[in-house]
């Protein structure tokens, strides 16, 4: 598995440095004209209570460094001062902060009272930018799937070189299932899915994908639905840790209604949800947590469609072996009783 360069639990020192802050960045491909630009929150904490945000876009070819500055422009000559809580999947930003000069973390961990807030903020920072496309007539109804045009937006550095997709479903099921979904997505142009079963029933598909990660995060829990139908189970119990994904999961079972625009996740795929839905049998609840929160099923999903991604962009003939190995490891590590918290090796 990945090996760790930062670390993710904080200690006392880190704890104790007086400011907090967060970042969340996402792509807007529902937007006319905006595939290229990748947009920022910055959630700064002076104090127990006391928070700001800052919102930023850039179409910079490298968005890192745009990140960088702003940030230390937030903090001003207080740098060595602050601890930095980053999602996980961000290794590269942890990277260039701590280099700068910043206490860095990988994990939104609550202890860091900035990242209590940053993840309903940046919700209601992608909703004012759908709003303001709509009334600009911006939204599209689908993202576009092709390259942006703009010189200096972010494309894929050449072609996928395969799709990687496994599936390993045993015949006897447990009458209760739990599941873990999530998907991973890179500015390069390829993306994966990935599910995984308490008992090691696997999912995983990878290959090109240029648009918001909340679409193929809402596809995993169809491929979840669609195994369900497979299987004789009695219930289940499918874990995302995807917002956007889970609030238009919440409001077609609650209303049947489509939430437009939201994450570029379009009708039609609402429409293949909610077919599967209605066709499982067995008593289906979905639950949705904050992500790198330790949960087993979630985390295995997460290393699962990671991995994925990363193979599609070498050869085959090097990367399958080596993927196939790692895909095991996760089932048996999600098959040990003892294992609490999930662990990168």
């Not at 960045?25 to 104090?47: C, N, Q, R």
């Not at 910043?102 to 920072?125: D, K, L, M, P, Y």
């Not at 990878?206 to 918001?212: D, K, L, N, T, V």
């Not at 639905?225 to 609030?247: G, P």
Request: charged share 25%.
């Amino acid at each position: 598995m990945r090996e760790p360069s930062l670390p993710v639990v904080p200690d006392a020192e880190v704890i104790s440095k007086p400011i907090h802050a967060s970042l969340i960045t996402w792509t807007m491909p529902e937007i006319a004209d905006d595939e290229g630009k990748v947009h920022y929150l910055f959630v700064i904490s002076h104090g127990e209570g006391t928070f700001s945000s800052h919102v930023g876009s850039t179409c910079a070819p490298a968005p890192l460094p745009v990140m960088r500055r702003e940030l230390e422009q937030l903090v001003g000559q207080h740098r060595g001062q602050t601890w930095v809580c980053v999602p996980n999947r961000y290794s590269n930003i942890a990277r260039v902060f701590a280099e700068s000069g910043f206490a860095v973390t990988r994990g939104i961990n609550r202890i860091n009272r900035a990242a209590r807030e940053v993840e309903s903020q940046v919700s209601e920072a992608k909703n004012s930018l759908v709003r303001r496309a709509r009334q600009r007539n911006q939204l599209r109804d689908s993202p576009r799937r092709d390259r942006p045009e703009n010189k200096n937006a972010c494309v894929p550095r050449e072609p996928i070189l395969w799709s990687p997709e496994y599936w390993s479903v045993s015949e006897d099921a447990p009458e209760h299932l739990e599941i873990g979904v999530d998907a991973s997505a890179d500015f390069d142009g390829a993306g994966a899915l990935a599910m995984i079963t308490g008992h090691g029933d696997t999912v995983v598909y990878a290959g090109e994908f240029s648009g918001h990660v909340g679409i193929l995060e809402f596809r995993a829990v169809i491929v979840a639905l669609e195994y369900l139908q497979r299987v004789n189970v009695h219930s289940a119990v499918i874990h995302i840790d995807s917002l956007d994904a889970y609030r238009v999961i919440e409001e077609l079972v609650r209303t049947g209604r489509y939430v437009d625009g939201y994450c570029g996740i379009s009708e039609e795929l609402c429409r293949e949800f909610m077919t599967v839905w209605q066709a499982c049998s067995a008593s289906i609840e979905i639950v949705r947590h904050r992500g790198h929160a330790g949960l087993i099923y979630n985390e295995a999903a997460d290393e699962l469609a990671w991995i994925a991604r990363v193979a599609a962009w070498h050869p085959r003939e090097s990367a399958e072996g080596e993927l196939l190995e790692r895909i095991q490891s996760i089932q048996q590590w999600i098959q040990e009783p003892s294992q609490k918290t999930f662990i990168s090796s």
